[in-house]
């Protein structure tokens, strides 16, 4: 199975459901040289999948080198990106030689932004091994890495060549990444497809327990519409936005509760639901009911005690998304049909904060 990237500005790529022992027959088909390669992956991921996929390089010419950092929110650093910087460089890399990311949102992130910065941009290959990373991160080009101001304030656009999904690798995912990844499948459902909401509605017990075909119908269905919406918008000047519905209240979550309290589906689901009032505001639906119903079968840990809605607001202004200094959030008008706007007054985003539990 194949899904296609078409970009307006430049070369588009293919997004490949396929095995990792595919994976070397996919980058020769792509164009890329044989020869050396920097395998980027975090310890948890590496005990299961690195060697397998470096063991199906080997076979097939190539020269892998892998770099194996911590995982968790706290590796999307500077720190990390210069022991890439320093491997790749000590190795000596040339400007053909491709930088695969093997794992999660993090991982796809900072190795990303190596290659996009390293001798001004190295050819990149996703491998997803998250339902996060094969749904939403994964596709579209966005890297880079957190700064204590906030989340990915740091980062390019670098399209990879190519993405290689492998659904196997879903199935060892903890519980708890697993069910924090069905967040941003939830949200391709809201913004873009009613279709894939009944589907999740629907299926969700066999969904939640990963049953193989649910897997091979979901990952597919919700990738489509990151790559849609993509192939309209590279860059986020317009329709590309409205993938970031719930994300300015997730991320003041992810900053005020502590980077790792929350994983980022977590703390997306409970952005979801803020951003789910504050369309029920302005816009009278009684579906948003049936969304916030689905949104709260996301298990997440309590909000903790010391956080506040000022300091939630700060952050929230601090936010890569707010332009002139106005606050843009994406909102709903009904199921699938998703918006930006900067006109939403500050009473009423206290009053979302206010429904998902933040009582101060």
């Known amino acids: 199975m194949v899904l296609s990237v078409s970009l307006p500005h430049g070369p588009g790529y293919m997004i490949h459901f396929a095995s990792l ?129 906030g989340k990915n304030l740091i980062g390019a656009f670098h399209q990879p060549r190519t993405v290689i999904t492998d659904f196997a690798a879903l199935t060892t995912l903890p519980e708890r990444q697993w069910t924090s990844g069905l967040a941003e499948v939830v949200k391709h459902a809201l913004i873009a497809d009613p279709t894939l909401f009944e589907l ?25 519409v990151k790559a849609r919406i993509v192939s309209l918008d590279e860059k986020e000047t317009g329709r590309r936005a409205i993938l970031n519905f719930g994300h300015t209240f997730g991320h003041a979550i992810e900053r005020e509760a502590g980077y790792g309290y929350f994983t980022h589906g977590e703390a997306i689901a409970l952005g979801m639901r803020a951003a789910l ?25 309590k909000l903790p005690s010391h956080i506040r809605r000022s300091r939630l607001m700060a952050a929230m202004r601090s936010d890569k998304k707010v332009r002139a200094g106005k606050l843009r959030l994406v909102l709903l008008r009904r199921l699938g049909e998703a918006y930006v706007t900067t006109d939403v007054p500050a009473r009423g985003i206290e009053a979302a904060w206010r429904y998902v539990g933040v009582k101060r």
Request: net charge neutral; aromatic share 2%; with cysteine.
């Open 200 to 224: 999740l509605e629907r299926d969700w017990p066999s969904i939640v327990d990963r049953h193989e075909a649910t897997i091979s119908d979901i990952v597919p269905r919700a990738a489509k």
């Open 21 to 149: 022992d595919d994976a070397p027959g996919i980058l020769a088909r792509e164009g890329l040289r044989k020869g050396r390669c920097i395998v980027v992956t975090d310890t948890n991921v590496a005990a299961r999948l690195k060697q397998p996929l470096c063991d199906a390089l080997r076979s097939r010419g190539w020269t892998p080198k892998a770099v194996v950092l911590p995982p968790g929110e706290a590796t999307k650093s500077q720190d990390s990106l210069q022991i890439i910087n320093d491997a790749a460089l000590g190795w000596g890399i040339d400007r053909e030689t491709p930088i695969i990311a093997l794992g999660g949102g993090v991982i796809g992130d900072l190795a990303g932004f190596a290659a996009a910065t390293l001798l001004r941009g190295l050819p990149l290959v996703q491998v997803p091994t998250t339902l996060i990373a094969q749904v939403d991160s994964a596709i579209g080009g966005k890297t880079g890495i957190n700064h204590v101001v």
């Open 277 to 301: 009032h504050q369309s029920s505001l302005v816009h009278a639906d009684e579906d948003f009911d049936r969304a916030d119903r689905l949104v709260r079968r996301i298990p997440a840990p």
